[in-house]
């Protein structure tokens, strides 16, 4: 029991101490009356924060919808932007593909005009060697399979054509006078 009176201003239980007694009760007493005053303030408090919230909720949906209106704003502008661009570098490109193709159709003809030259050109040239070359008399051979003088064409053919169906031997490797190299030469040219 002596917890329960711990806090007395004299530790002897005989002798009551009628001021702190008086003291403590008053002390209590004004914690009752703010005990008392604290539900209203609750409920101020109450009525205040849902107050709050109502405020917050409009001030958001307001904001929400300002900033709505800047977010579409904002993509109208973007796109309409974009749109702005990419008209601007369609046509770029369209004027660029049109200058090149332009560019690629002179380069063209200039290119064929001048492989049309070269090639008459070059058959000119090649009609010119052709005559020349029909003039110049060609001598005759003297070829040792047929015993007989025939042109360089007509000895190679008859070589060729022996070479086909008779095989060569060491005596005719002699009368025409041929080495193994001449002779290996002589058969890679007639195989291609």
Known sequence: MIGAFENFPYTDLHRLNLDWLLKTVKKHEELYEKLVV???????????????????????????????????????????????VRLELMQYMMTAISDFSSRLVELNNLFDYRFDWLRNWLDLQLEIIKNELINIPMPAVFNPLTGTYQSIEKVFASFFEYMRYSAITARDFDILGLDAATLDAIMRSGSS
């Open 38 to 84: 604290l539900p209203q303030f609750a409920e101020e408090l109450a009525r205040l924060w849902v107050e709050i919230q109502r405020v917050s909720y409009e001030s958001t949906a307001y904001t929400d919808m300002k900033v709505g209106d800047a977010i579409i704003n904002m993509r109208q502008y973007t796109n309409m932007a974009v749109e702005n």
